[in-house]
């Protein structure tokens, strides 16, 4: 009797069915709060159809261009489209007209605080010939705040300009002699040198007790130094 010892082969393995990919969640597209009602209404019938605010055709938008959001949208079958267009239009018109208007307030007041335009367009070349850039953006910070600042701001550049004119840069102003005793509006020690913010904050005060005239006073000169004595 003899025996087999051939090797039986496996038996074949039914193949099994293919793994399906986890289906991506969608996209949640929002936009932020712009307190206009009727901009954020429009704003989340874009996000519905799935225009977001990076989009180019958002970016279009805000630059005034609205045929791409149009295109898009109307790629996308979305209707009511056009009336929804239309409210970002309105209101990225009122937005322009709120910045212009601003704009024009802000050159009015520079004119008033330096003597008309020619004496403004005279300080500003100073300014930026003589400043620090690190000067130059804390001015232009204060400046295009707007408010008080602003105008606590014009009556520095101005009295800056006024008295270097024959003098250096901005750091080369005549200095008054820096007092040793304190001040008299509790501003501190009178020999304390002023970083440009806390300069900022003095002028307004002074400016906020004397108007108009702050420039001209002692207590203007004496914080003009401490702020040249700053070596921060």
Not at 85 to 101: L, P, W
Not at 204 to 224: P, R, W
Request: aromatic share 6%; hydrophobic share 40%.
């Amino acid at each position: 009797m003899t025996t087999d010892t051939t090797a039986q082969a496996p038996a074949p393995q039914a193949a099994s069915a293919p793994v399906a990919a986890p289906t991506p969640a969608p996209q949640v597209v929002t936009f932020a709060s712009t307190g206009d009602a009727a901009l954020d209404m429009a704003h989340g019938y874009f996000a519905k159809h799935g225009v977001s605010p990076d989009s180019q055709a958002m970016l279009s938008a805000k630059a005034g261009d609205f045929s791409v959001l149009n295109a898009v949208l109307l790629e996308k079958g979305a209707e009511g489209a056009a009336a929804y267009v239309d409210i970002a239009r309105q209101a990225h018109g009122r937005k322009a007209a709120a910045e212009q208007a601003a704009e024009q307030a802000r050159t009015s007041m520079l004119h008033a605080a330096m003597g008309g335009e020619a004496q403004w367009l005279a300080v500003k070349a100073y300014v930026a010939e003589h400043a620090t850039p690190e000067e130059l953006s804390g001015i232009n910070a204060a400046l295009n705040s707007g408010g008080f600042a602003a105008k606590a701001t014009a009556a520095y550049l101005k009295g800056v300009y006024d008295k270097a004119q024959g003098g250096g840069g901005m750091a080369g102003v005549q200095e008054p002699p820096v007092a040793t005793t304190h001040s008299s509006g509790g501003r501190g020690t009178a020999s304390q040198a002023l970083s440009p913010e806390q300069f900022r904050a003095e002028v307004s005060k002074l400016v906020s007790e004397k108007g108009s005239g702050a420039t001209m006073t002692a207590e203007y000169d004496a914080l003009l130094a401490r702020r040249q004595a700053y070596r921060g």
